[in-house]
C-alpha cells in the first residue's frame, strides 16, 4: 500500500460506489464539494481512509491549518484528501471523497487514489463538478456529464457533453479508472459566471438530484432546496440592484429562447 494511504478502517464492503469532489478549478461556487459535504452528513459517513497530500500539494497556495482542540490545545491540520463510508440502504455501501486538486505530480495522485478504490472493492465512481458559463442564474440548474456508458446518462435524463480544452482532476480521474475497468460518471452543474457567492446550494442541489437518479438514493434533500430558494432570493435581489446586470441577464434570456 503506499504510503501517502492511510486506513483508519478495513471495511468488508458490498456493491459499493464511490462519489468523489476537489475544491479548486473544478467546484465553481464550491458546489460540489458542498453536495458531498451534504451527502456525507445524510448517510452518516464515518471516517476510512485519508490521503496525504503533501507531496501533491505546493503547501504555500493551499496551507496547513491551526486549530484549538475541545481543550484549548493547539493542533495543527495538514490537507489531505479524505475518504469516509455510510450506508445509504441495508444493501449497500457508499464511499464519499472530498479533497483538494493537486498542484503536482496528477499522475501518481490518481495511481494512489485508484490503489484505494480498487482495495476495497469499488464498482462504480462518480465525480462531482461544476463550471462556470453563460447561464441565466434563475433557470433551473443544468447538469451535463460524461460517462463510461452513455446509457448511464440517458437514463437519468442528463445531456452529455461535448467539452474539449483543458481539465481537472476530475477529467485525470475518469481516465485513470476507465483503465481499471471501473464504470465512471462525472456530473457536472453550470453555473452563472456573473454571480461569484460560494457556496451555491443551487448547484449542489442540481448534482445531488442527478446524483440520485444515477444511484437510486433516497435522500431528503429539502434542507438543501430550502437554502436553495433563499439563494435564489439573495442573487435575484443583487442583480435587481445593478442594471448592467440587469441587461446582461435580459440578452441572455433572449439567447436562451432563441435556441
Request: charged content about 25%.
Amino acid at each position: 500500500m503506499s504510503r501517502s494511504l492511510r486506513m483508519h478502517v478495513q471495511p468488508a464492503l458490498h456493491d459499493a460506489a464511490l462519489v468523489a469532489s476537489f475544491e479548486g478549478w473544478n467546484d465553481a461556487g464550491e458546489a460540489a464539494t458542498t453536495a458531498v459535504q451534504f451527502l456525507a452528513e445524510a448517510i452518516a459517513a464515518v471516517p476510512l481512509a485519508d490521503l496525504d497530500c503533501e507531496e501533491f500539494l505546493d503547501l504555500t497556495v493551499r496551507r496547513p491549518t491551526i486549530r484549538l482542540d475541545p481543550r484549548g490545545e493547539r493542533r495543527l491540520e495538514w490537507p489531505c484528501t479524505s475518504f469516509r463510508y455510510g450506508a445509504p440502504d441495508a444493501a449497500r455501501e457508499l464511499v464519499v471523497a472530498r479533497g483538494i486538486e493537486p498542484h503536482l505530480q496528477w499522475r501518481r495522485y490518481c495511481d494512489v487514489f485508484a490503489e484505494l478504490a480498487l482495495r476495497i472493492g469499488v464498482r462504480r465512481v462518480v465525480l462531482l463538478g461544476a463550471y462556470v458559463a453563460d447561464v441565466v442564474y434563475s433557470l433551473p440548474v443544468a447538469v451535463t456529464g460524461i460517462a463510461t456508458s452513455p446509457l448511464l446518462l440517458e437514463k437519468i435524463g442528463v445531456t452529455p457533453s461535448g467539452y474539449e480544452g483543458p481539465t481537472g482532476i476530475v477529467g485525470a480521474l475518469s481516465e485513470r479508472f476507465e483503465r481499471e475497468g471501473i464504470e465512471v460518471v462525472s456530473l457536472w452543474a453550470g453555473l452563472p459566471h456573473y454571480i461569484s457567492a460560494a457556496p451555491n446550494p443551487r448547484g449542489a442541489l442540481a448534482l445531488l438530484q442527478a446524483l440520485a437518479l444515477l444511484l437510486d438514493l433516497k435522500l431528503d434533500l429539502e434542507p438543501l432546496r430550502s437554502a436553495a430558494a433563499q439563494f435564489e432570493e439573495k442573487i435575484s435581489a443583487i442583480v435587481s440592484a445593478d442594471p448592467d446586470l440587469v441587461e446582461y441577464v435580459r440578452q441572455l434570456k433572449r439567447r436562451e429562447f432563441a435556441q
